[in-house]
């Protein structure tokens, strides 16, 4: 019952931290989210277990075409998900 309660409180700091930069969150099964900006896919982040607690791996998806505003939205998204606790960013 911990790990769903460390769980939930991840995934609700994980939206938090979205919604703050702009980011809308999807699931993608039971252990892949993809987000969107702009209506654009612009990364996944893949949700894991691990003994330190929840472990998040964030992935940017390249495009040569997109601007800096995306750059600088999932650098910001990534650096808010290091600062959630009760998880690892790997």
Do not use: H, K
Not at 13 to 20: E, Q, R, V
Not at 41 to 63: F, M, N, T, Y
């Amino acid at each position: 019952f911990d790990r769903l309660v460390v769980g939930a409180s991840v995934m609700d700091s994980l939206t938090s931290a979205a919604n703050a930069c702009g980011i809308t969150l999807a699931m993608m099964g039971d252990f892949l989210i993809v987000a969107y900006f702009n209506g654009e896919i612009i990364g996944q982040i893949a949700v894991g277990a691990g003994r330190s607690g929840v472990e998040l791996v964030p992935g940017r998806l390249d495009s040569p075409d997109w601007s800096d505003a995306v750059d600088g939205v999932w650098g910001e998204f990534c650096d808010r998900i290091r600062e959630i606790s009760d998880c690892r960013t790997v």
